[in-house]
């Protein structure tokens, strides 16, 4: 999470290829639920911003 709010209030290009290293890593033992309870608490643009996330992991899992 700390790399995701690098990311967006930040505009640290870095800290999201961190981000979506990270995720796509670990995507099958991350709780998805609690990741988006825990942003959605800190702030929804946030939780926007994971989302973007994990469905950018999603739809490169392949390559």
Do not use: C, G, H
Not at 40 to 54: G, Q, Y
Request: charge should be negative; charged fraction near 35%; aromatic fraction near 10%.
């Amino acid at each position: 999470m700390d790399r995701l709010n690098a990311a967006e209030f930040w505009q640290d290009a870095r800290s999201l290829e961190w981000s979506r290293y990270l995720l796509a890593s670990q995507l099958e033992s991350v709780d998805l639920i609690y990741l988006r309870e825990k942003a959605s608490e800190e702030n929804p643009v946030l939780l926007k911003r994971l989302e973007e996330t994990i469905e950018w992991v999603q739809r490169n899992e392949s390559d």
